[in-house]
């Protein structure tokens, strides 16, 4: 990106470094991957690391295609007047401020309970309104799952935890019926069956 235009994930209503104001709504990317097929589908803080760590080792676990959305605050990258996720507001002098600065910050750090909400103030003075799914929330529907993610959208909230899960999945060399062991592992006849092997796959080919 040339950092001049809007991305796509942009606030509505954010201003870009050209000072132009963005009209449109930013892209969810839960909610797509959602729609696109992903079997484990995520949201978490990067300040809540009780949810956020799990998850990630969850997703890791997770035999097939699996895509977590962190919300990070980012400070160096909307570092303009106007943006929603810029540190500008906070300074008294933004002319004297060398553009490659970046002053340093507490961590901003968050904790509350399954099914709650919690609001958290971000360095530029902009807040954020997280919602933890409860306990009872079904994970394992795809339609139930955008329900969701839609109607925190529509209460200004951004929904974290586990969104969706399809626990009947495989991974990629199941799928594909790939080696199961490493291929600097095989031995030569393993590697190079012989003619007869390969005379046989041929046939059942025909």
Not at 51 to 76: N, W, Y
């Amino acid at each position: 990106m040339t950092k001049g235009q809007d991305s796509a994930t942009a606030d509505l209503g954010s201003f870009g470094k050209s000072g132009i104001k963005n009209q449109f709504e930013g892209i969810d990317l839960a909610s797509l991957a959602v729609l696109q097929g992903a079997s484990f589908v995520a949201r978490s803080f990067s300040g809540d690391k009780e949810q956020l760590e799990p998850m990630i080792r969850a997703a890791m676990a997770h035999k097939g295609f699996a895509f977590i959305d962190v919300v990070s605050p980012c400070v160096t990258f909307a570092n303009n007047a106007g943006s929603t996720k810029s540190y500008a507001a906070t300074r008294d002098n933004l002319d004297a401020m060398p553009i490659d600065f970046v002053p340093m910050r507490e961590e901003i750090r968050t904790q509350y309970k399954e099914g709650s909400s919690q609001t958290v103030t971000l360095h530029d003075g902009s807040i954020i309104h997280l919602h933890k799914a409860s306990k009872d929330y079904n994970a394992e529907s795809r339609e139930g799952a955008l329900m969701a993610l839609q109607a925190a959208n529509q209460d200004g909230k951004v929904l974290t935890g586990l969104l969706f899960i399809d626990p009947n999945t495989q991974d990629l060399n199941q799928t594909l019926e790939l080696a199961t062991k490493p291929l600097n592992t095989l031995s030569t006849e393993e590697l190079c069956p012989g003619s007869r092997v390969l005379n046989s796959i041929n046939e059942g080919l025909r």
